[in-house]
């Protein structure tokens, strides 16, 4: 099955590398090494949230909130940054982080304590995140001018030749990947997700490791919130509204199985490229609005339709060799 | 309508009314707005306290619900009637509901006029709107233009590519543009109204497109992320973004050089011409019915359409010099 999961990947790479190459016969300053940095970096918050996502999604659930919660955060960050100019980014940083965790919280109790589908409780959570940044905004809109330099600056701020952006994305990567591969935590996930009976005898509880994936992808989501309102630079009720599907689409892609179980980091990681590449060359190559939102839709769609016959597959094999057997 | 806005309601009213005592042969004019406390309309309400000054014997009853609701203007309007008001400059919350209290207003010998947000023309005398499609498109590409005497290439940024009102006003700036010698309009482009994907668009013009030289977003969501790109790629002074988006939320992109100029309703001017018309209407110096043309005083004259709708003027153009003073307006 390793080996299945490394073939998807090198196969998603070739794609993006095919993709990358036909850009550039039509535009080919796309490929100079700035112009890829600023896809990657421009992609940055996609990867963020669709690591958490990940691990929802691991333990057979689905985080449809992912958005409102960054919208959530990143607007209670900014309205602390207007309000009280004087408080450090760092300590604004952490109250987005733990406005994450408690949207997470949230959506991870009413799951594993009431039992509710996680698809209608956080497409419940996603309006009401929504409302309350409605309630303690009034609908207005907080504005480039009104939040400070040094609350703007950290996104772009440089490290190494590269923006802190990106350091976030690589590290968000690197910690996930060590999360997901050598902790028992990381590994509950894929067992909850895999196999539910299974992981209740071998001690795992399955509601509580949920519980704890929606709070990490609660985490993860009020990190991007605060990046993503630095980085725009403004902050109002509507913040990236609809990109809970843009983050789940880069999942699939990416060779997570939606049934739970099935998927790694380097694959979200490679999902949400593969969808920051769309959006970052379509507008370069002059397509037509009306094709890109097409052309964006029937990847997603393909991508399914891979998944499923690669799952498919497995399940031949084994019939294969019964036979075989017989 | 609870008790409190009854009470509020009465309250406005009766200091009105207290006021006009002293002068009774004043002419009442009530201004009506969508709703109480919104800073635009108390920049209208500045600019009808600005026509009365200026006309002298006129009241201006500045007056609306405490929330954007239909039931609540009615209820203004019916309080009006009765205490009978010589003219009604309303921005409706709908365009049909306040239909049936207008017209019982207007047989009453209530003169009745919509700006900002129009009322179904038969509710209504005639209808100002802030302006017109063509000025607007016009507006969007003089922008551009007077930052660029050797022209240059200049692409737009608009909403979703569905969006009625930004593709009209795209058909207009295509419209003039041999008016504006050596600008180019080289693409356009659509954001969706979402600031990532304005952003992404904003950054991929700048790829595509090394010589250009403005972005025109009229669009407010737009037109804030396009100047957040221009920023992020340190191209301010190279590429300026200009189009249609509020003093409050571009002003920083103002200040940071990103954005010359961008154009929007005054509503200061608003308020002004809207009383204007009233007062004219009133003395009965003018008579608003289709291809009239009404005096808006310093704004000049608007021509009624066959709607007996009128533009009042170009977009109101913000630059470095009066964004500051509007951001805490509106």
């Known amino acids: 099955m390793k080996a299945l999961l490394k073939h998807r990947e090198t196969q998603l790479v070739a794609v993006i590398l095919a993709m990358v190459g036909l850009i550039a016969l039509r535009f080919p300053s796309f490929v100079a090494p700035a112009s890829l940095g600023n896809v990657f970096n421009d992609t940055s918050i996609l990867i963020i949230l669709a690591l958490g996502q990940m691990t929802v999604i691991l333990t057979k659930c689905v985080d449809l909130s992912t958005a409102a919660t960054l919208a959530l955060s990143g607007m209670v960050a900014a309205m602390l940054n207007n309000l009280y100019p004087d408080l450090p980014v760092l300590l604004l940083v952490v109250v987005a982080i733990l406005t994450g965790v408690l949207a997470g919280a949230i959506n991870g109790l009413l799951v594993w304590r009431l039992d509710i589908p996680p698809i209608v409780v956080t497409l419940g959570t996603m309006t009401i995140y929504r409302g309350i940044i409605f309630l303690i905004s009034d609908g207005k809109w907080i504005n480039a001018h009104e939040m400070t330099d040094a609350f703007k600056a950290v996104p772009r701020a440089d490290f190494l030749g590269i923006p802190v952006l990106s350091w976030m994305a690589l590290s968000v990567t690197a910690i996930m990947a060590v999360l997901l591969r050598r902790l028992a935590t990381g590994r509950a996930f894929y067992a909850v997700g895999g196999n539910p009976h299974a992981a209740v005898y071998t001690g795992i509880d399955v509601g509580y490791t949920r519980f704890l994936s929606f709070v990490l992808s609660g985490a993860l989501s009020g990190l991007a919130g605060y990046l993503w309102i630095a980085r725009y630079a403004v902050a109002y009720v509507d913040i990236a509204l609809g990109f809970e599907l843009d983050v789940v689409a880069a999942c699939v892609i990416g060779g997570i199985s939606i049934a739970g179980g099935i998927g790694t980091v380097f694959g979200a990681v490679l999902g949400s490229l593969f969808l920051g590449t769309i959006k970052n060359a379509l507008p370069v190559i002059n397509i037509s609005p009306f094709w890109q939102l097409a052309i964006s839709g029937s990847v997603i769609i393909l991508a399914v339709a891979f998944n499923a016959r690669a799952e498919r597959r497995k399940g031949r094999v084994i019939l294969k060799k019964a036979e075989v057997v017989a | ?330």
């Open chain 2, 1 to 330: 309508m609870g008790l409190l806005k009854k009470v509020l309601v009465t309250a406005a009213i009766s200091t009105a009314l207290i006021a006009n005592v002293a002068h009774a042969e004043n002419k009442k004019i009530a201004l009506v707005v969508k709703a109480l406390g919104i800073g635009f309309f108390d920049a209208a309400n500045k600019g009808a306290q600005e026509a009365a000054k200026e006309l002298g014997d006129v009241d201006i009853i500045y007056t609306g619900p405490t929330d954007t609701t239909a039931e609540g203007q009615i209820e203004v309007i019916n309080s009006l009637v009765a205490q009978k008001v010589d003219a009604i400059a309303i921005s409706a919350n709908d365009k049909d509901a306040l239909v049936p209290a207008l017209k019982k207003a207007m047989e009453r010998g209530i003169k009745v006029i919509s700006w900002d947000s129009g009322v179904a023309p038969e509710g209504r005398m005639m209808h100002l709107n802030p302006s017109s499609n063509p000025l607007i498109g016009n507006m969007c590409v003089k922008m551009a233009a007077d930052n660029l005497p050797e022209g240059g290439d200049v692409a737009i940024l608009s909403a979703a590519a569905t969006a009625t009102n930004q593709n009209t006003w795209i058909e207009e700036m295509k419209k003039v543009l041999p008016n504006y010698k050596g600008i180019n309009i080289v693409a356009t482009v659509y954001g969706d109204d979402k600031t990532d994907k304005s952003y992404t668009e904003a950054q991929g013009l700048m790829k595509a497109y090394p010589n250009l030289k403005a972005i025109i977003a009229p669009t407010s969501v737009g037109i804030v992320a396009a100047a957040q790109a221009v920023t992020d790629a340190g191209m301010v002074g190279k590429i300026n973004v200009t189009g249609l988006g509020l003093p409050s939320e571009m002003a920083g992109h103002v200040k940071s050089g990103a954005s010359k100029s961008f154009a929007i309703w005054n509503p200061i001017d608003l308020g002004y011409a809207a009383t204007m018309i009233s007062y004219n209407l009133v003395t009965g110096k003018e008579e608003a019915k289709p291809g009239a043309e009404l005096s808006m005083g310093r704004m000049g004259k608007v021509k009624l359409d066959d709607n007996s709708e009128g533009a009042m003027a170009d977009p109101f153009v913000y630059d470095a010099k009066n964004v500051e003073e509007f951001a805490k307006i509106f």
